[in-house]
């Protein structure tokens, strides 16, 4: 079987978590003995990675919503294209239909309304528009990673009957749980979509707590200046380090205005850590809702103030977190790509 991944960014350009993502179905795609081929944006000169063939396109990757020509190219030769919406998915479906080959689109984020109190009134709206262009076509598979993530495409007008929801794998073996600390930990871009801002009016009222804030973003600054001595702002964070983090936090905080899985809660809940969320995934810890400053704050003070109560929530995540496997993710694939191809 022959496959065309379609997707803006590629590693070693960008290793964001949903670049990661394709990467890891790619690598474990082509291990099960398919042929893949990843059309991106990039420099012309990085023609394998991984092993893996790359075709990058040097333009900028909004402009992926208009490399049509591409990826009827190089689709030609093969049995699929998978995609993934935002930039990459409209050229990719339009190719497919014109050459008869069937499109799975994974979808990696769909947030309807969520984009108006992320991106204000009027982007908002753009965005809304947007993204449902992008999504409500009909792709002969698309693929949530959650049940949550695929109530709120079907919310935007995606048709239930042609998606699936295939949970993610998760490479847990590397996070350890040491000896916990009572702090509070928050790991991700420093944007709007993420919620830290309240996480901070939180922190406002629980000066006895210490709060660390890893990653870097748009809101960086503006968020620093508005955050109370017990906040402490970490910025980067290797991988190595980070595990380490995770390792030692006895909460973690991932207070979300929009998330179709959040791939940083898989993370803490392999860490042993007790968790406090406004996404609605299977986790042990308490969940809060969007903007509630107030319920976050009680929830954080509670289990900071419980450590017993913690620790056993954290253990309970360490084992929940073993459902999430990539050999199981990618046989489930591949089984769509069959069906889809007859």
Request: hydrophobic share 40%; glycine share 8%.
């Amino acid at each position: 079987m022959k496959i065309l991944i379609t997707h803006e960014l590629f590693p070693p350009e960008c290793d964001r978590m949903g670049e990661r993502i394709v990467y890891i179905i790619a690598k474990k795609l082509q291990e099960r003995g398919l042929e893949v081929k990843v059309l991106t944006t990039g420099d012309p000169r990085i023609k394998k990675y991984g092993g893996i063939e790359t075709i990058r396109l040097p333009i900028h990757r909004y402009l992926m919503n208009l490399a049509f020509p591409p990826v009827l190219k190089h689709a030609k030769d093969c049995d699929l294209i998978q995609t993934s919406n935002y930039n990459a998915c409209l050229p990719s479906f339009i190719a497919g239909k014109l050459l008869g080959k069937p499109v799975v689109c994974l979808v990696q984020g769909v947030y309807g309304k969520k984009w108006l109190e992320m991106r204000g009134y009027l982007l908002g709206i753009i965005s809304m528009l947007v993204e449902k262009f992008q999504l409500d076509h009909d792709y002969d598979k698309l693929i949530f990673f959650s049940r949550y993530g695929r109530d709120a495409g079907v919310e935007i007008g995606i048709d239930e009957k042609i998606t699936r929801i295939i949970e993610p794998g998760f490479e847990r073996k590397k996070y350890k749980m040491k000896k916990k600390e009572p702090f509070v930990l928050f790991v991700g871009r420093l944007a709007k979509q993420k919620g830290v801002e309240y996480l901070i009016e939180a922190a406002k009222d629980l000066p006895d707590i210490k709060f660390k804030i890893a990653g870097s973003g748009e809101q960086e600054e503006r968020l620093k200046s508005i955050a109370p001595e017990n906040v402490e702002f970490l910025g980067f964070v290797s991988n190595e380090k980070l595990v380490g983090l995770y390792s030692r936090a006895l909460v973690f905080c991932l207070p979300s205005v929009g998330e179709t899985l959040g791939f940083v809660l898989l993370e803490a809940m392999a860490s042993g850590c007790a968790i406090v969320s406004t996404v609605p995934f299977d986790y042990e810890g308490i969940k809060v809702n969007v903007g509630n400053v107030k319920q976050l704050k009680n929830a954080i003070n509670y289990l900071i103030n419980n450590p017993k109560k913690a620790l056993k929530m954290g253990g309970k995540n360490r084992k929940k977190v073993k459902q999430y496997n990539w050999d199981k993710f990618i046989e489930e694939l591949i089984k769509t790509y069959e069906e889809v191809i007859k």
